[in-house]
């Protein structure tokens, strides 16, 4: 079994920041690339930021200047921080992995935090 756990979402003022965290835990050979989408009420889902095994980010353009994606290898974890938060930024963040296991790839997700950014 594979999970992917968030924390750190919550209620922030607009201009405020917030870092949310993803950790990937189970029988993982290699965590391939991870990411953050999101999805706002009434909206699809799409896509904050995602970063390479290697390190390399790519942002939505919405998002860049403001928001930092990073990852610590040695535990399993992505993070985002999200700085210069607006009101539109309000949505429920998922983390999203790219896994190698034992005999399969695929993507696995997290189950959602909500971030909320009053105005």
Known sequence: QVQLVESGGGLVQAG????????ASGTIIKINAMGWYRQAPGKQ???????????????????????????????????????SLKPEDTAVYYCYADLSR????????GQG?????SS
Do not use: H
Request: net charge positive.
């Open 113 to 117: 935090t909500q971030v909320t950014v």
């Open 45 to 83: 889902r799409e896509l904050v930021a995602t970063i390479t095994s290697g390190g390399s980010p790519n942002y939505a353009d919405s998002v860049k200047g403001r928001f930092t994606i990073s990852r610590d290898n040695a535990k399993n974890t992505v993070y985002l921080q999200m700085n």
């Open 16 to 23: 405020g920041s917030l870092r949310v965290s993803c950790a």
């Open 102 to 109: 034992r005999f399969s790839r695929g993507d696995y997700w």
